[in-house]
């Protein structure tokens, strides 16, 4: 079984500036991917970043980047150039590709962006 | 491409009650799953598919059942509804071992047993 943990319950930023989100995660399965999900209070999961776990080289996406250090299994999320819209929990999941594609969660992170 | 659709939206049910949560994708998607979201928490797997006639237990699957019996259609039963099975249940669904990893979500169903 694998775990996930986000650190940080809370966490605030101001319009433009930059937010970097932890998570750590426990595993012995070597074939696994990584993502962060947002949830904004319309409740919809929408995927913010993929991170395969054979590649070495970090997943950006447009604001969003993603700091993957395997050996240490923390995998946090680098919000720049903070925007109103972008006030929602945030959390970090795990996939098992040898297991259903299924998704294990951590417990999330509210961030407030402040105008 | 209407996605994953989930009904109803929103369901009140008495203890002791029995009903059944509806899921169903059009991308011809091989893996479906279903988790439950309690207040403040992460989502938690219930039961998961593989594929048609091929089901299995998540990290929470007691008094929740499930069947497949076609590609599109996973619906998730409860048998004997309980006060701490209030929560919000999202159904998702992903391609096989091939093809793009990424879950896709639906809206969510929020429950609440009296």
């Known amino acids: 079984a694998q775990t996930v943990t986000q650190s940080q319950p809370e966490m605030s930023v101001q319009e433009a500036e930059t937010v970097t989100l932890s998570c750590t995660y426990d595993?012995?399965?070597?074939?696994?991917?990584l993502f962060w999900y947002k949830q904004p209070p319309s409740r919809q999961m929408i995927l913010v970043i993929r991170?395969?776990?054979?590649?070495?080289q970090n997943a950006t996406e447009n604001r969003f980047s993603v700091n993957f250090q395997k050996a240490a299994k923390s995998f946090s999320l680098k919000i720049s150039d903070s925007q109103l819209g972008d006030t929602a929990m945030y959390f970090c999941a795990f996939m098992n590709r040898n297991a259903g594609n299924m998704l294990t969660f951590g417990g999330g992170t509210r961030l407030m962006v402040k105008p | 491409n209407a996605g994953v659709t989930q009904t109803p939206k929103f369901q009140v049910l008495k203890t002791g009650q029995s009903m059944t949560l509806q899921c169903a994708q059009d991308m011809n998607h091989e893996y479906m799953s279903w988790y439950r979201q309690d207040p403040g928490m992460g989502l938690r797997l219930i039961h998961y598919s593989v594929g048609a006639g091929i089901t299995d237990q998540g990290e929470v699957p007691n008094g929740y059942n499930v069947s497949r019996s076609t590609t599109e259609d996973f619906p998730l039963r409860l048998l004997s509804a309980a006060p701490s099975q209030t929560s919000v249940y999202f159904c998702?669904?992903?391609?096989?071992?091939?093809?793009?990893?990424?879950?896709?979500f639906g809206p969510g169903t929020r429950l609440t047993v009296l």
């Open positions: 595993t012995s399965e070597n074939n696994y991917y």
């Open positions: 998702a669904s992903s391609y096989g071992t091939s093809g793009v990893n990424e879950q896709f």
């Open positions: 991170q395969e776990a054979y590649k070495q």
